[in-house]
Every structure is written in structure tokens, then in C-alpha cells.
């Protein structure tokens, strides 16, 4: 009987808590007030773990107030989603656009009388299932009285998100280059598409269909065929490192587009790329290549035309 008591009360020990709970004292629970207060939820995590270490026996409470407020985060989160689902699905046609404009225009006289404007317009709106983009461009210029160029560019694609990467797409577009000697280019397309990478720092996606294409030539002809249509969407951030000026929040990032369009007798490509530079929140300046290439084109025009463009853009 004596034996079972001596080995009983070493075990009873070992089973007994090593430190009992005690209350949260007023100045920790007041600090954790406030650090919930300020929004910030890395403040907050890191006030609790301060909390932890400094009070080791209140750390069921520390627990219980830090579990309070996650779930209150996600409370407010989940309404928030709610709400701006709802704000969506009730917008007008003309709600919930957002986009960029840019502009850029050159004036020489003297020696040479020279005058050159290019202009971009780029609209997107997103709903829940389908997003809308819509681009307008124009690039004029005028040598000695004579127009050495004149292109214009309307276009707008529709999608419908399938799934999380899949979509359908929709496209028509305008297009006039006198310089590629056709007054007149419209192309009606559709297929799917897909978001290869989606995420802050890149996007990628790519699409394909069938295409009809009709031409309208500068000397009166035209020519309609089917075609296939594949086209490539890029934006790629660049680390914060690479930020111009910092007191602007400024940032760097490159983006550009492709668009490939082939039928039995000639094959176009246009391909974009830019590098644009924040001036200010709203206002970024914008270098940017273009290549046009058609493998056939009317007689006296070349197959590849390019231009380099320095533009501002304003986003809103």
C-alpha cells in the first residue's frame, strides 16, 4: 500500500498543469484594442505574439481575442464581397468602366513642315462572368501638306469566363492603313481562350478561333476570305526595386499584345510591346513598339511596318 502511494503522487504531478491561466492584464488587452483599431492586420498579429511572450498564462485569453477578431475579419470580408457582387450585377451599361488614354503629337516648321498625333483609348469593364474591353487608336501625320500616314484602329472583344482559366471570346474589329494601301480592314472573330498565368505580378493569356476577313482596297478593290485567328495578352510588374521615383509611387511594368491572323492568301501579325513609367498615381509615360507585318501586301506597300511611340497615359 505504501509503495502505490509513493509512485501515485509523482504521477498526480505530472498530470497536474504545469502553469494555471490568469487574466489578461488591463494594459495587454488595451494594447490589443488598439493594435485591432488601426486595420492593420500584420499590427495586430504582431501585438498578439508580443502578448504571448510577455504573458505565458493568459494565453487562452490572448487566443480567444485573437480568434475574435479573425472571424470578425472574415465576417466583414465576406460582406464586403457581397456587396460589391451586388453593386455589379445591378450596374447600368455605363457603370464599372475603367481604362487608360494616351496622347502624343510632334510639330515641326522651318526647313520642314511636319505634323504627327497618336492617340489611344483602352476601356475594359468586368461583371461576374463577362468582361468587356473596347480600344480605339489613332496615328496621323502630315509631311509638307501630304499625309505620310493615316491608321485607325476600332476594337472590341467580349468575353465569358468559362472556368477559372478557361474563356469564349468574341472580337470584331476596324482597321485603316493607307500606308498598306486598304481604306478598309473589318475582321469578325470568336473562340476560346486561356489564362496561362493570372496573378499581381503577371498576366498572361492566350486565345484562338475561326476569323472572317474582308479588305477594302485603296484603289477600289476588296477581298473577303475565312481565317484563323490566334492572339496572346501580356502584363508583367516589376519588382518594387525597380520604381523610378518613390515619393511618386511610381512603378515600371511592361506590356504588350500580339494578334495573328492567317487565310489562304496572306497572313498579318501585329505585335505590341511597351514599357511604361509612373509619373504620378494617375499619370505614367509610355514607350512603346509596334510591328504590322502582312506577307502579301498590295503593290507599292512593304510587308513590315513598325512604329515607336512615346506617349503619356492617364488611367482612371
Same mark, same amino acid.
Request: charged share 25%; with cysteine; proline share 3%.
Given at each position: 500500500?505504501?509503495?502505490?502511494?509513493?509512485?501515485? *503522487?509523482?504521477?498526480?504531478?505530472?498530470?497536474?498543469?504545469?502553469?494555471?491561466?490568469?487574466?489578461?492584464?488591463?494594459?495587454? +488587452?488595451?494594447?490589443?484594442?488598439? *493594435?485591432?483599431?488601426?486595420?492593420?492586420?500584420?499590427?495586430?498579429?504582431?501585438?498578439?505574439?508580443?502578448?504571448?511572450?510577455?504573458?505565458?498564462?493568459?494565453?487562452?485569453?490572448?487566443? *480567444?481575442?485573437?480568434?475574435?477578431? $479573425?472571424? !470578425?475579419?472574415?465576417?466583414?470580408?465576406?460582406? +464586403?464581397?457581397?456587396?460589391?457582387?451586388?453593386?455589379?450585377?445591378?450596374?447600368?451599361?455605363?457603370?464599372?468602366?475603367?481604362?487608360?488614354?494616351?496622347?502624343?503629337?510632334?510639330?515641326? =516648321?522651318?526647313?520642314?513642315?511636319?505634323? @504627327?498625333?497618336?492617340?489611344?483609348? $483602352?476601356?475594359?469593364? !468586368?461583371?461576374?462572368?463577362?468582361?468587356?474591353?473596347?480600344?480605339?487608336?489613332?496615328?496621323?501625320?502630315?509631311?509638307?501638306?501630304? &499625309?505620310?500616314?493615316?491608321?485607325?484602329?476600332?476594337?472590341?472583344?467580349?468575353?465569358?469566363?468559362?472556368?477559372?482559366?478557361?474563356? %469564349?471570346? @468574341?472580337?470584331?474589329?476596324?482597321?485603316?492603313? &493607307?500606308?498598306?494601301?486598304?481604306?478598309?480592314?473589318?475582321?469578325?472573330?470568336? @473562340?476560346?481562350?486561356?489564362?496561362?498565368?493570372?496573378?499581381?505580378?503577371? !498576366?498572361?493569356?492566350? $486565345?484562338? @478561333?475561326?476569323?472572317?476577313?474582308?479588305?477594302?482596297?485603296?484603289?477600289?478593290?476588296?477581298? =473577303?476570305?475565312?481565317? %484563323?485567328?490566334?492572339?496572346?495578352?501580356?502584363?508583367?510588374?516589376?519588382?518594387?526595386?525597380? $520604381?523610378?521615383?518613390?515619393?511618386?509611387?511610381? &512603378?515600371?511594368? &511592361?506590356?504588350?499584345?500580339?494578334?495573328?491572323?492567317?487565310?489562304?492568301?496572306?497572313?498579318?501579325?501585329?505585335?505590341?510591346?511597351?514599357?511604361?513609367?509612373?509619373?504620378?498615381?494617375?499619370?505614367?509615360? +509610355?514607350? =512603346?513598339?509596334?510591328?504590322?507585318?502582312?506577307?502579301?501586301?498590295?503593290?507599292?506597300?512593304?510587308?513590315?511596318?513598325?512604329?515607336?511611340?512615346?506617349?503619356?497615359?492617364?488611367?482612371?
Amino acid at each position: 500500500m505504501m509503495r502505490a502511494l509513493i509512485f501515485a *503522487a509523482p504521477l498526480a504531478c505530472i498530470a497536474a498543469p504545469a502553469t494555471a491561466q490568469e487574466a489578461l492584464p488591463d494594459a495587454a +488587452r488595451a494594447m490589443i484594442d488598439a *493594435a485591432i483599431e488601426t486595420g492593420d492586420a500584420d499590427a495586430v498579429e504582431a501585438v498578439v505574439n508580443t502578448a504571448r511572450t510577455a504573458f505565458p498564462n493568459s494565453s487562452e485569453e490572448i487566443q *480567444a481575442r485573437f480568434d475574435a477578431y $479573425k472571424a !470578425e475579419q472574415a465576417r466583414l470580408a465576406q460582406a +464586403r464581397a457581397a456587396a460589391q457582387e451586388q453593386e455589379i450585377r445591378q450596374a447600368g451599361l455605363f457603370d464599372n468602366w475603367s481604362g487608360e488614354g494616351q496622347i502624343g503629337a510632334f510639330q515641326s =516648321s522651318g526647313n520642314s513642315d511636319e505634323f @504627327g498625333v497618336t492617340a489611344a483609348l $483602352k476601356l475594359e469593364r !468586368e461583371g461576374i462572368d463577362w468582361e468587356h474591353r473596347l480600344r480605339l487608336a489613332a496615328d496621323y501625320r502630315e509631311v509638307e501638306g501630304t &499625309t505620310s500616314r493615316e491608321q485607325f484602329l476600332a476594337q472590341y472583344e467580349p468575353r465569358f469566363q468559362i472556368s477559372e482559366r478557361v474563356f %469564349a471570346f @468574341g472580337l470584331t474589329q476596324f482597321e485603316r492603313d &493607307t500606308r498598306q494601301r486598304f481604306s478598309a480592314r473589318y475582321v469578325a472573330s470568336g @473562340g476560346i481562350g486561356y489564362r496561362v498565368v493570372d496573378n499581381d505580378r503577371l !498576366e498572361l493569356s492566350v $486565345k484562338a @478561333g475561326p476569323a472572317y476577313r474582308v479588305t477594302e482596297f485603296v484603289d477600289g478593290g476588296t477581298s =473577303s476570305r475565312l481565317a %484563323a485567328l490566334a492572339g496572346l495578352d501580356f502584363d508583367w510588374r516589376i519588382s518594387d526595386s525597380l $520604381k523610378l521615383t518613390q515619393d511618386a509611387n511610381s &512603378t515600371v511594368e &511592361t506590356g504588350g499584345e500580339a494578334l495573328l491572323i492567317v487565310d489562304g492568301s496572306n497572313t498579318s501579325l501585329t505585335a505590341i510591346t511597351g514599357l511604361e513609367a509612373g509619373i504620378s498615381d494617375n499619370l505614367s509615360a +509610355r514607350l =512603346s513598339y509596334t510591328v504590322e507585318y502582312d506577307s502579301n501586301p498590295p503593290e507599292g506597300a512593304v510587308s513590315t511596318d513598325t512604329l515607336t511611340r512615346f506617349t503619356l497615359v492617364y488611367g482612371f
